[in-house]
């Protein structure tokens, strides 16, 4: 690991420190499960000046709730706040916030965010540790199965990822228990992926492609455990 100096000193803090104040984003599945998706697969790319700062990644990031506090008045001012009322989305999320009382669907997003960007950077990486903290069984088999045909062919992917331009829930849905929300994310990121002999054979690296994906967290409200976990991934366009 070389020595420990106060960089490397500095980044085992921020790890803890993101550890113990996110740690209630990804839980349970539900098993319904779709295939997985290669969130490196057949990206559409545009030029675009690079600058947006990337995160360190770690092993697990909190889909914010609300404290535990439940939501005032009848219970549903932030999903109202968030979805029209009379919509069926926003019938969907009344009944996840009428057994979850600490659901807040901004909160929820926001967190998905950060989840999502520490998913992309992991499977780039190669991190099967992390992503087995944030991804149901299925979704993480698929990842790694991916993962290990890029590696035994020698390729390497490099990336930096730039942000999430829009966010927004598009389905919600509660069965028995299980709650599961899907959220549809208009991200930027350079990805190039190498072969083994170094030349690039996929994507840009010096370009930033926008990439849409519609993925699904799910969690069991019975549970005590907050976690919520990536249960189902795909491209949309």
Do not use: C, H
């Not at 420990?4 to 803890?16: E, G, P």
């Not at 209630?24 to 000046?49: F, I, Q």
């Amino acid at each position: 690991m070389g020595s420990f100096d106060f960089v490397t000193f500095f980044f085992f803090v921020a790890a803890v420190i993101i550890f113990l104040q996110l740690r209630s984003v990804l839980g349970r599945r539900t098993g319904n499960e779709r295939p997985p998706y290669d969130p490196y697969s057949k990206r559409e790319s545009a030029k675009a000046p690079v600058g947006a700062d990337v995160k360190e990644d770690g092993n697990v990031v909190t889909l914010p709730r609300r404290n535990g506090q439940p939501q005032s008045e009848g219970g549903f001012e932030a999903v109202d706040a968030y979805a029209k009322p009379g919509t069926e989305l926003n019938a969907s999320l009344r009944e996840i916030a009428a057994v979850d009382q600490s659901f807040d669907p901004k909160q929820f997003v926001e967190g998905a965010k950060t989840a999502y960007e520490m998913i992309v950077t992991a499977f780039a990486d190669g991190n099967r540790k992390t992503l087995k903290n944030l991804l149901s069984r299925e979704v993480y088999e698929g990842f790694v199965a991916a993962i290990n045909e890029r590696e035994s062919k020698g390729e390497e992917v490099k990336s930096s990822f730039v942000g999430v331009e829009k966010a927004e829930i598009v389905q919600a849905e509660l069965k028995a228990s299980e709650a599961a929300v899907t959220i549809r994310l208009i991200s930027q990121l350079i990805s190039a992926t190498y072969d083994k002999s170094g030349a690039v054979i996929d994507g840009d690296a010096e370009s930033v492609g926008e990439v849409t994906d519609v993925w699904t967290f799910a969690r069991d409200t019975r549970s005590r455990d907050p976690n919520w976990k990536l249960i189902a991934t795909e491209s949309d366009g």
